[in-house]
């Protein structure tokens, strides 16, 4: 079972996750498209997923989260 953190829905229902298979510790990007897209999923590894190209508002929300992985260890 996968566990997963929601980086970013979007208006039309498209939804981004962080996620990370606890059986093999492998983190990468998954993408839920909306119904009306097919609705299959597709992930991405992390690094592949930050240089695509269009970098939309679920490449900066990723970056946000890295961020404060930063800020708090930098605080501690």
Do not use: C, K
């Amino acid at each position: 079972m996968l566990q997963a953190r929601e980086l970013y829905a979007s208006s039309n229902g498209d939804r981004w996750f962080l996620a990370r298979d606890p059986g093999s510790g492998r983190v990468f990007v998954r993408h839920e498209p909306n119904a009306a897209s097919g609705g299959r999923s597709t992930e991405f590894e992390i690094g592949d997923f930050l240089t695509r190209s269009g970098q939309g508002p679920e490449h900066q929300a990723l970056l946000r989260l890295i961020g404060t992985l930063v800020e708090d260890r930098a605080s501690g």
